[in-house]
């Protein structure tokens, strides 16, 4: 669940607290919105420094399970907004998505070899 | 004789509202218990079609039609028209402002993806008259037909 992932990898809940118990099935990574729509897995945490308001569209279209914006950036207000209003999380990561990647995969995120 | 229309406005340089037709039109789809690998082709040509309205049209609507047979997706603005059709097709080909760059659209693939997830699309556009592009899904497939 993405409360998991908040516990166990320091993530900061900045939005979409409703959401916490959503499934996380998988990870991706990415920050152009067209290869995001058309790649990204359902059930998925994505990985961006993107905080502007259209990300909470890409992720309730792409059914994912969470936002985790990194990099030490931050959503606009708006999209804290809008990710409250659909129940997506926002979570924070100061460092980069590379990092944060190797981490979930390790732990068995999106990685067939632990399933 | 359609089984079911319905129709969603899209607002030119709307960013705040820029996907809401296309959620709306997934809904919808969800609701009528569609395949959702279906649903998840449509949401994609819906998204990529709403936003080149957002970014270039001016006012617009996007359209979903359910027959027997097929679902149709419609999406028509009053904006500059595409100039050259099959430029903007191309992989990678935008037109889009730098400021759009920034946020992580204009990539070219708009166009593209809308062709790749739907069964027939057809282009009508004219210079400073406005673009129509319509997209075809063949029931009762989840994943492209042929």
Redesign the interface.
Known sequence: MVKDLVDNFGLAVTAGKSGLDRNVTDGYCG????????NAP?GCAWM?V?G???I???A???EMAAIIITGGQTPDD?TIQKADQEGIPILLWPNSSFNLAGRLFSAGVGNPATQ | MSKFRKSFHIKGRDFIRAGEAAINIQNLLKSMDFDPRLVRRVAICGYESEMNVVMHGGEGSLSLEVDADRLTLEVTDDGPGIEDIDLAMQAGYSTAEDAYREMGFGAGMGLPNMKKNSDRIKIESKRSQGTIVQMIFFLPYGDKAD
């Open positions: 920050d152009l919105l067209s290869e995001i729509m058309g359902q961006t993107q502007h308001q259209n909470v569209a890409v309730v279209l792409r708006e």
